[in-house]
């Protein structure tokens, strides 16, 4: 990337008229955009195309806007809810005005999944619900069952805004032209060459017993992931792709990632089902460059 453009893109952290007024459309656990600044000081002096593979919320992302971008993740329903966005904003905002916040009403449309049917649904129905769920839900937590259906029970909420109109449309302008799809973390190194940037914001490796926070898909994300996602920086780091990657302050993952570049930072966080456990936690920031 020249360096001329990089710096560009720099000044999106602190020149909002400068960018597309877009931020994350769902409430998202573990979402980096209480950390913005911390990752903003560490960002590469110059890359090619960006890469999340956990884009999840994807705060960074919408921040940053990097003109050549490739979004992923595991979680079929987010990705495809990224991609009517992309695609089919108008239509999307359309469904999302059809919803109402009543508990009865949010009960039958979350079981929605337990029927076969529900895999032949429309796009926009599915992202539709995803986003209506997600903003409906108890603290906006995604989580799922063993068989992929969503579980979480309905919040308490005054009048929840269920269609961000405006931001919604913010976000479709944004993603047009990026890269969206539904694969493994692992596909990363098949794909990203030299000179490239990738942002990993893996689910985090519980720091306590009861901190077991990892559900967002069926097959959740264990140890063996953990281990998988470290030996997989040292693979890019041989072909010359740059990372960042986000953890929790651990032992166990300084452990992991020794040798690589590690700060330690303190980031909010809000989504716990205990309101005693909210508040700021230790995580790590670590890079190869």
């Known amino acids: 990337m020249p360096a001329k453009l990089l710096e560009k893109q720099l000044t999106l952290f602190t020149d909002p008229v400068s960018i597309i007024q877009a931020k994350p459309f769902v409430k998202w656990a573990g979402g980096k955009a209480k950390l913005l600044s911390e990752l903003a000081k560490r960002l590469p002096p110059s890359f090619s195309t960006y890469y999340e593979p956990f884009v999840g919320g994807g705060a960074l992302y919408f921040k940053l806007q990097p003109g050549d971008a ?7 329903e987010l990705v495809n809810c990224y991609k009517a966005i992309r695609d089919y904003s108008e239509d999307l905002i ?8 009543k508990k009865e009403y949010y009960y039958n449309l979350r079981d929605a999944d337990r029927d076969e049917s529900f895999l032949d649904t429309s796009s926009i129905y599915r992202a539709s619900r995803f986003i209506y769920l997600n903003k409906t839900c108890f603290n906006g937590l995604y989580r799922v069952n063993k068989k992929g259906e969503f579980n979480t029970p309905i919040g ?17 302008e944004l993603l047009q ?40 898909t069926a097959d959740g994300f264990g140890v063996q992931d953990q281990h998988n996602l470290a030996e997989l920086c040292v693979n890019l780091s041989k ?51």
Request: overall charge positive; aromatic content about 12%; glycine content about 6%.
């Open 70 to 76: 490739v979004l992923s993740d595991r979680n079929f």
């Open 94 to 101: 359309d469904d999302l005005k059809i919803h109402r916040y």
């Open 156 to 172: 308490r909420y005054r009048n929840p805004t269920i269609c961000d109109e405006g931001n919604l449309l913010a976000c479709s």
């Open 177 to 216: 032209g990026v890269t969206i799809e539904a694969r493994d973390y692992q596909t990363v190194e098949v794909h990203a060459n030299s000179g490239d940037f990738v942002y990993f914001d893996p689910p985090y490796k519980p720091v306590s017993d009861t901190s077991n926070f990892t559900s967002y």
């Open 239 to 289: 072909k010359g792709v740059k990372f960042m990657l986000s953890n929790s302050d651990c032992d166990f993952i300084l452990d992991l990632y020794k040798g690589f570049n590690i700060d330690r930072v303190r980031a909010p966080r809000s989504i716990n089902s205990k309101g005693s456990k909210r508040g700021k936690v230790g995580e790590l920031i670590i890079r190869n460059y």
